[in-house]
């Protein structure tokens, strides 16, 4: 079974900066993509940034040179480094990665969540 654990939510003014953080542990063998995802009150879950194991990355247009994403692959860590901060950037950040597992001989896919870290952006 692989986890997500956040962490590096919080409150911050507009203009400022965050850094988010996600550690992967657990029966992982790889790990293929990690990314990040949004959801902000009485919205849909959104792609803020992706990264693959290779360092190719994918930005939400909405949030393209302002954040920036990217992994510690020996740690089965991801980051967002988040700049420039906007009220509507508000959220509940969510990191997400695939992968597949292993336990013993036996190979599986898997695809997790993390348990969400608040970010509010007062203006």
């Known amino acids: 079974q692989v986890q997500l654990v956040e962490s590096g939510g919080g409150l911050v003014q507009a203009g400022g900066s965050l850094r988010l953080s996600c550690a992967a542990s657990g029966n992982i063998f790889s790990i293929n993509v990690m990314g990040w995802y949004r959801q902000a009150p009485g919205k849909q879950r959104e792609l803020v940034a992706t990264?693959?194991?290779?360092?190719?990355?994918n930005y939400a247009d909405s949030v393209k040179g302002r954040f920036t994403i990217s992994r510690d692959n020996a740690k089965n860590t991801v980051y967002l480094q988040m700049n420039s901060l906007k009220p509507e950037d508000t959220a509940v950040y969510y990191c997400?990665?695939?992968?597949?597992?292993?336990?013993?001989?036996?190979?599986?896919?898997?695809?997790?969540w993390g348990q969400g870290t608040l970010v509010t952006v007062s203006s």
């Open positions: 997400n990665c695939n992968g597949d597992s292993q336990s013993g001989f036996l190979m599986s896919r898997f695809e997790v």
């Open positions: 990264i693959t194991g290779y360092g190719n990355t």
